[in-house]
């Protein structure tokens, strides 16, 4: 149990009810000057549960745009005595974490829409067209005729679902996509799965059991932590490590020399900034200790490939971030997950195998077994994608989605926002500040006509609230100068805005 200090309050308990939730029992006691994010290690997530529970608790509203100035329970104690001394801290009118996903759905123009009709990167929303910046189809081949004339000789072949589980029948159309996913990644062998949230959830429980270690990037997808509480709940160890630090990375590892097995999982491309994952480095550093990096690479695949040049960052193929680090020895050491639901528009994952014997093994996973199987559709439209992406046309699309990145990324440094994007990656990530600035500038962005997703809390930190803008080769400079001209209204009207 965690210990509590002479000085604990009903926050004390609360905060130390909820550690002991996480399995955070290792927390010494609760006292004032205890940091929220350094000494007990809660990400953005885990503070909304507990800003949650604590609004629930004491009957309070913990105004979320002042919250991130809180760093410290004493500090939050202090901010609720205030509140409950106020009219609105007695169940009064202030918007708190409980009312913040109600507001935003109310507030932000962009959420809840019905599109009516599409015409490439352009979307009819209640009569009017608007400007898709919010789709991830990185490669623009949702629309594509020869993907789209992929599907009916599939159908005509296969029907429009296969009916069967896999275990006792698999259609060849999914020994056909994986052998093409495998020479496509460079990898021995291919599992397909519906989504990558299945194959974490299913894969890393087979990989991590009882007496193993899973050691898993605190900014990893959220989907990743999921899989990791069952890993967790079944027995084995689940340790955090911060991100982009190698040295915490190695003294976790060096704690983890004991387990049977240990798993480093990460993301390859990280979601809000493009950020990619030092995978060679990672995977040496992995190597040292006997451990295996499992990389989520849902955003990379498609992108990224190998050979990258000056000219051409993203390389060349679009086999992913395994194919573009350059990694060829070892390869038995990296797990490699990815979907393709976003370059290539087709509702399918995969994860890489070293062997046929690792590939039977993970057929085991209970997500591969017991969900339903992938639409035909999109096994035919995922095998026509790929044949795209190794042809001139493929780099033609990513040589676009270059130009196009660079034109927004560049105009709106120059406009003096502060833009979150390395590499040019297609993810392009504006900082806009608090949520109540950021639901203003998604308001201005829908008066110019164009569908952004907004990054709020707790996506991201509560202080960071973004607008991010997905480009895909199915857009066009038009539609990017409209978007900049956007954000030029954006800067003259919120000038709290943390500018550059």
Same mark, same amino acid.
């Given at each position: ?22 399995g ?16 007990l ?71 809840l ?34 993907? &789209?004339?992929?599907?009916?000789? $599939?159908?005509? &072949? ?20 994986e052998?093409?996913? $495998?020479?496509f ?20 429980p ?13 900014h990893?997808?959220?989907s ?9 709940a079944r ?7 911060r ?42 550093q ?15 695949f498609?992108?990224?490939g ?21 990694? &060829? ?10 979907g ?28 591969w ?13 995922a095998i $026509? ?6 042809s ?5 699309l ?62 991201v930190?509560?202080h ?12 066009n ?18 000038p $709290?805005?943390?500018?550059?």
């Amino acid at each position: 149990m965690l210990e509590l200090s002479h000085e604990s309050s009903e926050l004390s308990v609360l905060v130390a009810d909820f550690l002991s939730s996480k399995g955070r029992t290792h927390i010494g006691p609760i006292i004032h000057s205890t940091s929220l994010s350094d000494d007990l290690a809660l990400d953005s997530l885990e503070k909304f549960e507990l800003m949650l529970k604590i609004e629930n608790s004491l009957k309070v509203a913990i105004d979320p745009d002042h919250a991130f100035q809180i760093d410290s329970v004493g500090e939050l104690k202090e901010y609720l005595d205030r509140q409950q001394q106020s009219e609105d801290g007695a169940g009064g009118s202030a918007t708190g974490f409980y009312d913040l996903e109600k507001y935003l759905a109310t507030t932000v123009p962009q959420f809840l829409r019905t599109v009516d009709e599409q015409r490439e990167r352009s979307l009819r929303i209640e009569g009017r067209w608007i400007t898709d910046f919010a789709s991830a189809n990185y490669l623009g081949l949702d629309l594509h005729p020869a993907v &789209k004339a992929a599907i009916e000789p $599939a159908i005509a &072949k296969w029907g429009v679902h296969p009916s069967w589980t896999r275990v006792v029948a698999s259609p060849a159309i999914y020994d056909d996509l994986e052998r093409k996913l $495998a020479d496509f990644v460079g990898v021995p062998e291919t599992l397909v799965f519906p989504t990558v949230t299945l194959t974490h959830m299913g894969v890393l429980p087979l990989l991590v059991k009882a007496g193993d270690s899973l050691l898993l990037d605190e900014h990893g997808h959220r989907s990743l932590h999921e899989a990791a509480a069952v890993v967790s709940a079944r027995g084995g160890t689940v340790t955090l490590f911060r991100h982009g630090d190698s040295e915490d990375l190695e003294q976790k590892l060096a704690a983890a020399a004991g387990s049977r097995a240990v798993i480093v999982a990460c993301d390859g491309v990280y979601s809000m900034t493009g950020e990619e994952l030092p995978l060679a480095a990672m995977l040496a550093q992995c190597r040292r200790h006997g451990a295996r990096l499992y990389v989520d690479d849902a955003h990379g695949f498609g992108v990224l490939g190998a050979d990258p040049t000056e000219d051409m960052p993203y390389g060349r193929g679009g086999g992913g971030l395994l194919r573009k680090s350059g990694v &060829k020895e070892g390869l038995e050491d990296v797990i490699y997950v990815a979907g393709l639901s976003k370059s290539f528009s087709s509702l399918a994952a995969f994860v890489s195998c070293r062997d046929a014997e690792e590939k039977q093994r993970l057929s085991a996973a209970a997500t591969w077994v017991f969900s339903g199987p992938c639409p035909t559709a999109s096994l035919a439209t995922a095998i $026509a994608g790929l044949d795209i992406s190794l042809s001139a046309e493929g780099e033609e699309l990513r040589a676009k989605l270059l130009g196009l990145t660079r034109l927004l990324v560049t105009n709106a440094r120059e406009l003096g926002f502060v833009v979150e994007n390395q590499n040019l990656f297609p993810l392009v990530s504006i900082v806009i500040g608090s949520v109540k600035d950021v639901v203003e500038a998604c308001r201005i962005l829908w008066r110019h006509g164009i569908l952004i997703t907004p990054a709020v809390y707790p996506t991201v930190p509560l202080h960071r609230s973004m607008l991010r803008f997905t480009l895909t080769a199915a857009n066009n400079e038009e539609q990017v100068f409209q978007a900049i001209e956007a954000l030029a209204e954006i800067r003259d009207l919120i000038p $709290a805005a943390p500018y550059a």
